[in-house]
C-alpha cells in the first residue's frame, strides 16, 4: 500500500533551521511530484511548495521564498523540506504529500504522510 | 485571508444535510480549474474527499458528493453521522502569484 513516513517531532529555537523526511513507498516515486503543507496551531492549511521527483524543479510559496528547499533522494525514495531562519509563527505542524508530477496537472494530494511537529521556542 | 473562502462552521444533527461551500474568484475555480476536497481530524493526515469537482475515490461513502459552478464550488454531506466531525478544506490551482496550488480556510463540521 502507498504509504508517507515523515520523520519525528523537532524542538528548534528562532534562527535554525529544520529538515524534515519523508518516505514514501507503494508507488514510483519518481513518476509524482511532492508537495509540503503546513498547519499552524488553530489555523488552516497553508501549501508551501512542491518538487519534481522526476526533474527536481520547485516551485514555493512565495511567502517563504528564501527559507525553503525542498530535494528528494531518489535511491531511498526520500523527500525533504528545509525551512531555515525559523521563527516563532513557523511553528506548526509539517505535512508532506504525493502530489502531482507537474504544477499544470490538476490531480489531488492523494495520500498525505502523518505530520511532523516542529516547535520554534526560545 | 485565504484566496478560497469557506465558512468558517457549519452543523447539523445526525442524519440530516448540510453544504460547505468554497467561494473562489477568476484566477482560480472561476477559470475552469478543478477542486478538491480533503477531511482532516485534528492530529491525523488530511484525507482526500472529493477530487476534480464531483469524483470520490474508492472507499469514500456517496454520503459525500461535490459540485462546482462558476467561481464556486461544494460540498453535501447527507446522513450525517458521529464520525463526520471534522474539519473541512477546499483546493484548487490558482494562475496568480497565491499559487499554484490553495486551500480554502477551513470549514468545521460540528454533528450535534
Known amino acids: 500500500q502507498i504509504q508517507l513516513v515523515q520523520s519525528g517531532a523537532e524542538v528548534k529555537k528562532p534562527g535554525a533551521s529544520v529538515k524534515v523526511s519523508c518516505k514514501a513507498s507503494g508507488y514510483t516515486f519518481i513518476t509524482y511530484g511532492i508537495s509540503w503543507v503546513r498547519q499552524a496551531p488553530g489555523q488552516g492549511l497553508e501549501w508551501m511548495g512542491w518538487?519534481?521527483?522526476?526533474?527536481?524543479?520547485?516551485n514555493y510559496a512565495q511567502k517563504l521564498q528564501g527559507r525553503l528547499t525542498m530535494s528528494t533522494d531518489t535511491s531511498t525514495s526520500t523527500a525533504y523540506m528545509e525551512l531555515r531562519s525559523l521563527r516563532s509563527d513557523d511553528t506548526a505542524v509539517y505535512y508532506c504529500a504525493r502530489a502531482p508530477p507537474s504544477p499544470f496537472v490538476g490531480t489531488p494530494f492523494d495520500y498525505w504522510g502523518q505530520g511532523t511537529l516542529v516547535t520554534v521556542s526560545s | 485571508q485565504s484566496v478560497l473562502t469557506q465558512p468558517p462552521s457549519v452543523s447539523g444533527a445526525p442524519g440530516q444535510r448540510v453544504t460547505i461551500s468554497c467561494t473562489g474568484s477568476?484566477?482560480?475555480?472561476?477559470?475552469?480549474?478543478?477542486v478538491h476536497w480533503y477531511q482532516h481530524l485534528p492530529g491525523t493526515a488530511p484525507k482526500l474527499l472529493i477530487y476534480g469537482n464531483t469524483n470520490r475515490p474508492s472507499g469514500v461513502p456517496d454520503r459525500f458528493s461535490g459540485s462546482k459552478s462558476g467561481t464556486s464550488a461544494s460540498l453535501a454531506i447527507t446522513g450525517l453521522q458521529a464520525d463526520d466531525e471534522a474539519d473541512y478544506y477546499c483546493q484548487s490551482y490558482d494562475g496568480s502569484l497565491s499559487g499554484p496550488w490553495v486551500f480554502g480556510g477551513g470549514t468545521k463540521l460540528t454533528v450535534l
Open positions: 477568476s484566477s482560480n475555480i472561476g477559470a475552469g480549474y478543478d
Open positions: 518538487i519534481s521527483v522526476n526533474n527536481g524543479n520547485t
